[in-house]
């Protein structure tokens, strides 16, 4: 009787709650057989206890860790996970987690449920989130859609300086990509002596993240229920541009040269020696433009060729007219002869393609290099780039005015309000006056002829005179309505 009074004394002074369970140990919870179970006593008590169940399922013995709780009237048990994969210590941590929530009146399967549900949506948003290489893509597609010349380009260079040789940056979220990133693609090129590319790739990675931004909130896009970027800013606008790749070119082609470069023209395959021919005659077009033009445009009646300037942020291209020489058109017959039926008119391929622009460098660098060693002049070898700027240079010192050569070689001609919505004159009289004069200067030139005074005419140029003097034009109306009076 005393041995039970004094231990029913001793449960009494006990602490109240879970004392009795001893800390399970690894040992401890091996030794399980199935059907028992032990509490975890290293838990504070109350609220909840950590409890360990052994089941055979099987012939395996399964080592079970659930959370039980109850406060108030929340109560049940949750499942933790399994003993090994779950450890001791690891499945302790889960307990005190779940118990803190018990605490402050949640239900740890509702907090459990919301959580998963939370996870879901993050993986969902992740996964619907645009990679760095699909912004690049959108952005290429963006170019294809307005017709951009340069679309193929730009993919090209986005392929070999971004997506092959950076795999993992092409797979993040474009969101993700940080200036430091960039950084470090331009750096590659860099160390491997790409010059002036490594800021035009820069221009090119800057436009396509803006373009990112704005198709996020194109209703477009949103309709198709495509990826979105969700992009905060733009992490090329940190980067400088490299200055000393952006020094201006402004290499002019002598008589001697250009008189050596129309010679070596004869020994090259006709097709890109007329290429070459017609871009200088029509007054030094881009070549990226010129080698575009179709059959289609090329019109016999009114001796006219159409080409199409895409250049710039235009939604659309800028039809271009030129007038076509008697020389030029003996040179497009030649080609015509040359390509048959196919569709391009300065191609190699019958036709079927155009003659593409990167193959014309070299073809310009070996004539160059063979120039300046005949000439004996220690000078930069010039490029095709040159070409354009050497014609305008010739064009001015023969009196042509700005503004028609802004008209013949398409300088900005839509900008402006003036410009964009109401000035229509095609000024095919001008540019053909200042293509003829300029034929002319380059026939005495190629001839080895002494310069002679040739200078643009005024009378030619009469409507561009009048559409800078309003107060002319005004008093030709004027008279020209007198006249129609009685």
Same mark, same amino acid.
């Given at each position: 009787?005393?041995t039970?009074?004094?231990?029913?004394?001793?449960?009494?002074a006990?602490?109240?709650?879970?004392?009795?369970?001893?800390?399970?140990?690894e040992?401890?919870i091996?030794?399980?057989?199935? #059907?028992q179970?032990?509490?975890?006593?290293?838990l504070p008590?109350?609220?909840?206890?950590?409890?360990?169940?052994?089941?055979?399922?099987?012939?395996?013995?399964?080592?079970?860790?659930?959370f039980?709780y109850? /406060?108030?009237?929340?109560r049940g048990?949750?499942?933790? #996970?399994e003993h090994?994969?779950?450890?001791?210590?690891? *499945?302790?941590?889960?307990?005190?987690?779940?118990?803190?929530v018990?605490?402050?009146?949640?239900?740890?399967? %509702?907090?459990?449920?919301e959580?998963?549900?939370?996870?879901?949506?993050a993986?969902?948003?992740?996964?619907?989130?645009?990679?760095?290489?699909?912004?690049l893509e959108?952005?290429v597609?963006?170019?294809?859609?307005?017709?951009?010349?340069?679309?193929?380009? %730009?993919?090209a260079?986005?392929n070999?300086?971004? %997506?092959?040789?950076?795999p993992?940056? *092409?797979?993040? !979220?474009?969101n993700r990509i940080?200036?430091?990133?960039v950084?470090?693609?331009?750096a590659?090129m860099?160390?491997?002596g790409i010059?002036?590319?490594?800021n035009?790739?820069?221009?090119?990675?800057?436009?396509?993240f803006?373009?990112?931004?704005h198709?996020d909130?194109? @209703?477009?896009?949103?309709?198709?229920?495509?990826? $979105?970027?969700?992009?905060? #800013?733009?992490p090329?606008?940190?980067? !400088?541009?490299i200055?000393?790749?952006?020094?201006?070119r402004g290499? $002019?082609?002598?008589?001697?040269?250009?008189?050596?470069l129309? *010679?070596?023209?004869?020994?090259i395959?006709l097709?890109?020696?007329?290429?070459?021919r017609?871009? +200088?005659?029509?007054g030094?077009?881009?070549?990226?433009?010129?080698?575009?033009?179709?059959?289609?445009?090329?019109?016999?009646t009114?001796q006219?060729?159409?080409?199409a300037d895409?250049?710039?942020?235009?939604? *659309?291209?800028?039809?271009?007219?030129?007038?076509v020489?008697?020389?030029?058109a003996?040179?497009?017959?030649?080609l015509?002869?040359?390509?048959?039926a196919g569709?391009? +008119? &300065?191609?190699t391929?019958?036709?079927? /393609?155009?003659i593409h622009?990167?193959?014309?460098?070299?073809? &310009?660098?070996?004539?160059?290099k063979r120039?300046?060693a005949?000439h #004996?002049?220690?000078?930069?070898?010039?490029?095709?780039r040159?070409i354009?700027?050497s014609?305008?240079?010739?064009l001015?010192?023969?009196?042509?005015?700005?503004?028609?050569?802004a008209?013949?070689?398409?300088?900005?001609?839509t900008t402006?309000?003036?410009?964009?919505?109401?000035e229509?004159?095609?000024?095919? @009289?001008?540019?053909?006056?200042?293509?003829t004069?300029?034929?002319?200067?380059l026939?005495m030139?190629?001839?080895? %002829? !002494?310069?002679?005074?040739?200078? &643009?005419s005024?009378?030619?140029?009469?409507?561009?005179?009048?559409?800078?003097? !309003?107060? $002319?034009?005004a008093?030709r109306?004027a /008279?020209? $309505?007198r006249?129609?009076? @009685?």
């Amino acid at each position: 009787m005393a041995t039970r009074m004094a231990t029913t004394s001793d449960a009494k002074a006990l602490p109240q709650g879970r004392t009795d369970a001893r800390p399970l140990t690894e040992l401890a919870i091996r030794n399980l057989k199935a #059907g028992q179970s032990r509490t975890d006593g290293a838990l504070p008590s109350g609220n909840g206890r950590l409890v360990v169940s052994c089941t055979k399922a099987r012939g395996q013995l399964r080592r079970v860790w659930t959370f039980r709780y109850r /406060k108030a009237d929340l109560r049940g048990e949750v499942k933790i #996970g399994e003993h090994p994969a779950l450890s001791l210590e690891q *499945a302790r941590h889960e307990a005190r987690a779940l118990l803190e929530v018990v605490r402050q009146g949640t239900d740890p399967k %509702v907090a459990r449920a919301e959580s998963r549900l939370a996870s879901l949506e993050a993986t969902r948003q992740t996964a619907a989130l645009g990679s760095f290489e699909s912004l690049l893509e959108s952005y290429v597609a963006h170019l294809k859609r307005a017709g951009k010349q340069s679309a193929r380009d %730009v993919e090209a260079i986005f392929n070999r300086h971004v %997506v092959e040789p950076w795999p993992d940056f *092409a797979k993040l !979220p474009a969101n993700r990509i940080a200036p430091e990133s960039v950084r470090d693609i331009l750096a590659r090129m860099v160390r491997k002596g790409i010059g002036r590319q490594t800021n035009i790739v820069r221009s090119y990675l800057q436009a396509a993240f803006t373009h990112g931004a704005h198709s996020d909130l194109d @209703p477009r896009r949103a309709a198709a229920d495509t990826a $979105v970027f969700r992009l905060t #800013g733009n992490p090329v606008a940190l980067l !400088p541009r490299i200055q000393e790749f952006e020094s201006t070119r402004g290499r $002019v082609l002598s008589d001697d040269e250009f008189r050596y470069l129309w *010679a070596e023209l004869a020994d090259i395959r006709l097709e890109v020696a007329h290429t070459i021919r017609c871009e +200088i005659l029509l007054g030094g077009q881009r070549f990226l433009q010129l080698l575009r033009a179709t059959w289609s445009d090329y019109d016999t009646t009114s001796q006219t060729l159409r080409l199409a300037d895409p250049k710039g942020k235009r939604i *659309a291209a800028v039809p271009h007219v030129l007038p076509v020489s008697r020389r030029v058109a003996e040179l497009l017959m030649d080609l015509r002869t040359c390509n048959g039926a196919g569709e391009f +008119i &300065f191609s190699t391929t019958a036709g079927d /393609k155009p003659i593409h622009h990167t193959s014309l460098p070299p073809v &310009f660098a070996a004539i160059a290099k063979r120039s300046v060693a005949k000439h #004996g002049v220690d000078v930069e070898p010039f490029q095709g780039r040159d070409i354009r700027r050497s014609v305008e240079t010739r064009l001015q010192a023969l009196g042509v005015s700005r503004e028609v050569r802004a008209q013949l070689l398409s300088h900005g001609r839509t900008t402006g309000v003036q410009q964009k919505h109401y000035e229509r004159h095609d000024y095919l @009289p001008e540019k053909a006056e200042a293509l003829t004069l300029l034929e002319q200067h380059l026939t005495m030139v190629f001839a080895g %002829v !002494p310069k002679q005074g040739m200078r &643009f005419s005024r009378e030619s140029s009469r409507s561009a005179q009048v559409a800078r003097s !309003p107060r $002319v034009h005004a008093r030709r109306e004027a /008279k020209a $309505v007198r006249g129609a009076i @009685p």
